[in-house]
């Protein structure tokens, strides 16, 4: 079964950090590349970021640029969101996305004092 | 940057109605533009990509058309179970932007 499981969500101060992992199973995952995307509460969706099969082409929303960093290892079968200099506008639930199919459940980010 | 525009914000439908949402792209985007469902509390789920091609396991009565700036989802007979929010997703050029969603509520 193709899956992806997210961790690493929880509880952070503005400015703090904190690192989300997707873990991929039941599919080739260097062969996929893998987005971030998320949802703050009662708010539609929104594109985080995107990184190619190799890790090469790494792309940002222009709200995270600079703060979040998207990285893969393809022998782990897993993509991590580092998150820095998190600010109250970055709560919200995070998804894994195989491109254009494959979602995960999410994990929630609060950025609260 | 493409920005995605959906109409309309929110719809009512009654069980067994067609309807049709729009999502226009500020630019070109080709084919490349995603369709998905999300019901409260849940993860979003992948329907349509390539504008017009099914995923697997979506039923019949979801299809999407259109290229370049304007798109469709069109749903045919409702079920109880498509009440939900659709949102399109461009997917040419970064940023992979979404459209602001459209809520489908049951009249």
């Known amino acids: 079964e193709v899956q992806l499981v997210e961790s690493g969500g929880g509880l952070a101060k503005p400015g703090g950090s904190l690192r989300l992992s997707c873990a991929a199973s039941?599919?080739?995952?260097?062969?996929?590349?893998m987005n971030w995307v998320r949802q703050a509460p009662g708010k539609g969706l929104e594109w985080v970021s995107t990184?190619?099969?190799?890790?090469?082409?790494?792309y940002y929303a222009a709200s995270v640029k600079g703060r979040f960093t998207l990285s893969r290892d393809n022998a782990k079968n897993s993509v991590y969101l580092q998150m820095n200099s998190l600010r109250a506008e970055d709560t919200g639930v995070y998804y894994c996305?195989?491109?254009?199919?494959?979602w995960g459940q999410g994990t929630t980010v609060i950025v609260s004092s | 940057d493409i920005q995605m525009t959906q109409s309309p914000s929110s719809l009512s439908a009654s069980v067994g109605d067609t309807v049709v949402i729009t999502c226009r792209a500020s630019?070109?985007?080709?084919?490349?533009l995603a369709w998905f469902q999300q019901k409260p509390g849940k993860p979003p789920k992948s329907l349509i990509f390539?504008?017009?091609s099914m995923q697997r396991g979506v039923p019949s009565r979801f299809s999407g058309s259109g290229s370049g700036t304007d798109f469709t989802l069109t749903i045919s007979s409702l079920q109880p179970e498509d009440f939900a929010t659709y949102y399109c997703?461009?997917?040419?050029?970064?940023?992979?932007?979404f459209g602001q969603g459209t809520e489908l509520e049951i009249k």
């Open positions: 996305l195989r491109t254009m199919d494959v």
């Open positions: 039941g599919f080739t995952f260097s062969l996929f590349s």
């Open positions: 990184i190619s099969t190799s890790g090469k082409d790494i």
């Open positions: 630019e070109d985007v080709r084919i490349y």
């Open positions: 390539a504008s017009s």
């Open positions: 997703q461009q997917y040419l050029h970064s940023p992979y932007n």
